[in-house]
């Protein structure tokens, strides 16, 4: 370097901000588009899988149908094993070099990026909103026997909305873990945060200011989405404390007559 070269690790990271500044934030935006995307891809991937696994059948059920759910449901195990059980960092090296040997498909790194992280989740998804079903009061899936619905109908309309309500902070994990995970797909090339970083280190041969740029910009997304999602928590969980019906009836009545003389009544017919 000439005399105006950086002499200490802050000067590195305005040079580094300066020249690149840019290609950070386009890396940065392509992680939040993969991880946000594949977690809403993975989401539904994750409930149709829940769904079809907590379908019942009786002996009463044609055996057709039996048969044709258990080899859906064999199928349905094997892909969530597969992708619970190896490295994000593989399935990605599989998917885009495996379409192809095997398909003859030239995929785009960035769509592969898309595939392995919505599939990946999809199937982390799958076992969530299979415990956030099973965690549904069983009671209440009778009820809805009883009154007529079928099992889709009594998914989307009772179960559904309270497993969700379950498994949100899950599903808020499962955004942050993508957002730190999308750094495995620099295997393939996709131009995420990661991959740009690792770019921009062979430009001067300094790796310690790149990656300390990087760090902070992951350590921003994750910690202002993670307080996001918390407020999304609590506003659909709703207030914590409630009001008694006491109460109400005291302002509407005004100064508690009605209810004084619900009591006086109460307290005649004992």
């Given at each position: 370097?000439?005399?105006?070269?950086?002499?200490?690790?802050?000067?590195?990271?305005?040079?580094?901000?300066?020249?690149?500044?840019?290609?950070?934030?386009?890396?940065?935006?392509?992680?939040?588009?993969?991880?946000?995307?594949?977690?809403?891809?993975?989401?539904?991937?994750?409930?149709?899988?829940?769904?079809?696994?907590?379908?019942?059948?009786?002996?009463?059920?044609?055996?057709?149908?039996?048969?044709?759910?258990?080899?859906?449901?064999?199928?349905?195990?094997?892909?969530?094993?597969?992708?619970?059980?190896?490295?994000?960092?593989?399935?990605?090296?599989?998917?885009?070099?495996?379409?192809?040997?095997l398909f003859g498909l030239n995929l785009n790194p960035i769509l592969a990026g898309y595939i392995v992280v919505s599939v990946?989740?999809?199937?982390?998804?799958?076992?969530?909103?299979?415990?956030?079903?099973?965690?549904?009061?069983?009671?209440?899936?009778?009820?809805?026997?009883?009154?007529?619905?079928?099992?889709?109908?009594?998914?989307?309309?009772?179960?559904?909305?309270?497993?969700?309500?379950?498994?949100?902070?899950?599903?808020?994990?499962?955004?942050?873990?993508?957002?730190?995970?999308?750094?495995?797909?620099?295997?393939?090339?996709?131009?995420?945060?990661?991959?740009?970083?690792?770019?921009?280190?062979?430009?001067?041969?300094?790796?310690?200011?790149?990656?300390?740029?990087?760090?902070?910009?992951?350590?921003?997304?994750?910690?202002?989405?993670?307080?996001?999602?918390?407020?999304?928590?609590?506003?659909?969980?709703?207030?914590?404390?409630?009001?008694?019906?006491?109460?109400?009836?005291?302002?509407?009545?005004?100064?508690?007559?009605?209810?004084?003389?619900?009591?006086?009544?109460?307290?005649?017919?004992?």
């Open positions: 370097m000439g005399p105006s070269a950086p002499q200490n690790s802050w000067e590195w990271i305005v040079l580094f901000l300066d020249q690149y500044g840019s290609a950070f934030a386009k890396g940065a935006v392509l992680t939040l588009q993969i991880a946000v995307i594949s977690t809403l891809i993975g989401c539904i991937i994750g409930f149709v899988v829940g769904m079809i696994q907590t379908i019942e059948m009786g002996k009463s059920d044609p055996l057709w149908k039996r048969i044709t759910l258990k080899i859906v449901n064999i199928l349905l195990a094997v892909y969530v094993e597969v992708f619970r059980g190896t490295p994000m960092m593989v399935q990605a090296m599989v998917v885009y070099y495996g379409s192809d040997a990946n989740t999809g199937a982390y998804m799958a076992e969530t909103v299979r415990g956030g079903i099973m965690s549904v009061s069983n009671g209440q899936i009778e009820a809805a026997k009883a009154l007529g619905f079928r099992h889709t109908a009594t998914m989307v309309n009772i179960i559904l909305p309270q497993a969700l309500l379950n498994i949100l902070p899950q599903i808020g994990n499962n955004l942050i873990i993508n957002i730190k995970d999308t750094s495995v797909l620099n295997v393939i090339a996709c131009s995420e945060l990661f991959f740009t970083t690792k770019s921009v280190t062979g430009t001067y041969w300094r790796f310690f200011e790149p990656f300390l740029i990087a760090c902070v910009i992951y350590l921003f997304m994750t910690f202002t989405l993670s307080r996001l999602l918390r407020l999304m928590e609590k506003k659909l969980q709703g207030p914590r404390s409630y009001q008694l019906v006491t109460d109400f009836m005291d302002d509407t009545y005004g100064n508690g007559s009605a209810v004084i003389d619900m009591k006086k009544g109460f307290e005649r017919r004992r």
